[in-house]
């Protein structure tokens, strides 16, 4: 009888502690829902600029098709990124397994005949009636929201081989789906959220050193072993096109990328003045934005974009990273990891100092998948903060000790028992 008066007043605790004055959040907090905010405001902007040309002449009806479905998921991503932060700490340890398993569910579907659909040459697209979602995209939270839960529970007994190995193994069965469906972007996101995690997490160097060398190792094979990748990489290296028919392929993406962001110059032709835009610069409102904006606002613009997503990395580990608690901790990481990584590979492959992998640049791209997802993974680490948010009446609130420190601690206690 008295636990639901008790739920409404926690409830009601959580709203107020998510919008009360920015002094008493964890340091980092503001900062970092304020830089999300621009970035998705500047994307709808090059969204509706990029896809003003292109959505007029496939539709015939309206040149801001795709500007009001991005605006919807930018909606949709926000009421996620409140509720997220509104769930309390221990709802997301609930959830932890029962989520890893819907996302592993989710990442088989697109590889089911009749459901998957293939999208630049990758099938990690699920179509159902007129929806189009990409698993791989929702499962990067429920990814950070596992590795915080699973690894704050680990003790260093549990650090060897075998125990690490089985833990993990969902880790492996994700990746191992997304290759399959030829997303090979997207896996490297997911080993860069895992490395993040192991690293912070407080796991032996030596298992560290071991993961980031079997990565290297499979990246290098499945690059190797595919004419498609390997063509990519040539490009990357061989510079400007020597022929027409290299113009036309690999090549075409990188060099109007470089066009389109050396004719920006300082300031930019102008917002909607872009040329490149004009059929182009394929997947100008997608993976390739960043070079819009170059164009359209200068290198003043992406050196903008640059700064928010510094500001985002500063945020992340202002709020998480100098938290007491591990779990926070590894979970602020992750989420790292995966923002300002994803962001970096993406204007990495723009000012082709990497080959061309589709990535899209996050938060500003256009997809409703990748924009719901993020919001919401940012939601999920306001909620951790929060809890881990220290108490000037109590400052030991919001704490938990390390795996090391507990067991040193029941150590500690047994050897008191038997004394006394």
């Known amino acids: 009888m008295g636990s639901a008066p008790a739920e409404a007043a926690s409830s009601a605790g959580s709203l107020r502690g998510l919008f009360e004055r920015p ?11 304020i830089s999300c905010l621009c970035l998705v405001g500047l994307g709808l902007l090059m969204v509706l600029s990029a896809t003003s040309i292109t ?49 592993l569910l989710l990442l088989a579907l697109p590889l089911v005949p009749g459901l998957g659909t293939t999208v ?50 969902p880790v492996v069965v994700a990746a191992g789906l997304i290759v399959v469906g030829g997303d090979l972007g997207t896996t490297l996101v997911l080993m860069l959220m895992g490395l993040a995690a192991l690293f912070v997490s407080g796991a032996p160097k030596r298992y560290f050193a071991i993961a ?23 490009a990357m290296f061989a510079g400007d096109a020597q022929s027409e028919a290299e113009a036309l392929g690999q090549h075409w993406q990188s060099n109007h990328g470089l066009y389109a962001l050396a004719s920006g110059g300082w300031t930019g032709v102008g917002l909607g003045a872009s040329r490149e835009k004009w059929f182009w610069l394929a997947e100008a409102h997608n993976d390739y934005i960043f070079a819009i904006i170059g164009e359209e606002i200068g290198l ?48 990495g492959v723009v000012t082709t100092l990497l080959p061309v992998i589709g990535v899209p640049l996050p938060l500003v791209s256009y997809g409703g998948s990748s924009l719901v997802a993020t919001l919401t993974g940012i939601g999920i680490v306001l909620a951790f903060a929060r809890a881990a948010r220290p108490d000037p ?21 047994r050897v ?5």
């Not at 008493?24 to 900062?31: E, F, H, V």
């Not at 938990?400 to 420190?405: K, L, S």
């Open 23 to 33: 002094s008493r959040l964890l340091p980092g907090t503001t900062m970092l829902v």
């Open 55 to 103: 959505s007029y002449d496939g539709t015939g009806a309206s040149s801001f098709s795709v500007f009001s479905r991005q605006g919807i998921f930018a909606a949709a991503g926000m009421v996620m990124m409140v509720l997220a932060a509104l769930t309390p700490v221990r709802v997301w340890e609930r959830l932890a397994w029962p989520l890893m398993g819907a996302g």
């Open 300 to 347: 003043i613009g992406t050196l903008a974009v640059v700064a928010l997503f510094a500001l985002i990395a500063l945020g992340l580990i202002r709020a998480s990273l100098i938290s007491r608690n591990r779990a926070t901790r590894i979970l602020g990481a992750t989420v790292l990891a995966w923002i300002v990584g994803q962001a970096l590979i993406n204007m």
């Open 416 to 420: 008191s028992s038997t004394s006394t």
């Open 212 to 234: 980031f060398g079997a990565i290297c190792a499979g990246v290098t094979l499945l690059v190797v072993s595919s004419p498609y990748r390997m063509a990519r990489v040539r």
């Open 120 to 169: 630049n040459g990758s099938t990690n697209w699920l179509r159902i009636g007129g929806l189009q979602a990409q698993p791989s995209e929702l499962f990067k939270p429920i990814l950070a929201v596992w590795f915080a839960v699973v690894l704050a529970r680990l003790t260093s007994r549990r650090y060897r081989p075998r125990e690490l190995l089985l833990t993990l193994s």
């Open 393 to 413: 009446e109590r400052p030991d609130r919001g704490r938990e000790p390390a795996a090391d420190e507990t067991d040193q601690r029941r150590g500690l206690s």
